[in-house]
T-cell receptor
């Protein structure tokens, strides 16, 4: 119940295309859903996050779509650029200590 | 501000050796976390701390100990290293309880190999 399932494991998208990464969860106690971006040799960094009381959040080319009834959320990267090539982790958080459960990660490659 | 820093960046140990990983943050954050990252498994929480002098177990605490004697530092210890502890270790910190401060800030990681 504490898992966050992420797919696909890897993704190749042409420059200018839309990248879509999907995640699913079981625990309805989760109250915060962040996406982290990680470049090789670096620590993860927060990209965008959403709370379950909204269905969509957009920041620039990055959008989270959230479906509370289906317990699913996804990251959409519009007009994907080579600089977006990185590993993306979805995550879910709950509780006062805001412990984060991470998905297994998606390695995204944007081809020029 | 340096943010979250980790020492060392790389380390090779032999089975049975001990070592301590140091995490330091200069953002006056209350909460600090230690994760390990393994291929295909995302990041898994080892231990965390909600304030100076406190520690708590995470998802995979066995074989590790931690201490938070000062607010800015969080130490991760391996008393008797095993090959299964070969991993990349990340420290993170977070401001506090307020909902708008849920973001965790990560350090650059420590790559540990146990032979």
């Amino acid at each position: 119940q504490q898992q966050v399932k992420q797919s696909p494991q890897s993704l190749i998208v042409q420059k200018g295309g839309i990248s879509i990464i999907n995640c699913a969860y079981e625990n309805t106690a989760f109250d915060y859903f962040p996406w982290y971006q990680q470049f090789p040799g670096k620590g993860p960094a927060l990209l965008i996050a959403i709370r379950p009381d909204v269905s969509e959040k957009k920041e620039g080319r990055f959008t989270i779509s959230f479906n509370k009834s289906a317990k699913q959320f996804s990251l959409h990267i519009m007009d994907s650029q080579p600089g977006d090539s990185a590993t993306y982790f979805c995550a879910a958080s709950w509780g006062s200590a805001s412990k984060i459960i991470f998905g297994s990660g998606t390695r995204l490659s944007i081809r020029p | 501000n340096a943010g979250v820093t980790q020492t060392p960046k790389f380390r090779v140990l032999k089975t049975g050796q001990s070592m301590t990983l140091l995490c330091a943050q200069d953002m006056n954050h209350e909460y600090m976390y230690w994760y390990r990252q393994d291929p295909g498994m995302g990041l898994r929480l080892i231990h965390y701390s909600v304030g100076e002098g406190t520690t708590a177990k995470g998802e995979v605490p066995d074989g590790y100990n931690v201490s938070r004697l000062k607010k800015q530092n969080f130490l991760l210890g391996l008393e008797s290293a095993a090959p299964s502890q070969t991993s990349v270790y990340f420290c993170a910190s977070r401001f506090g309880l307020a909902a708008s401060y849920n973001e965790q800030f990560f350090g650059p990681g420590t790559r540990l190999t146990v032979l």
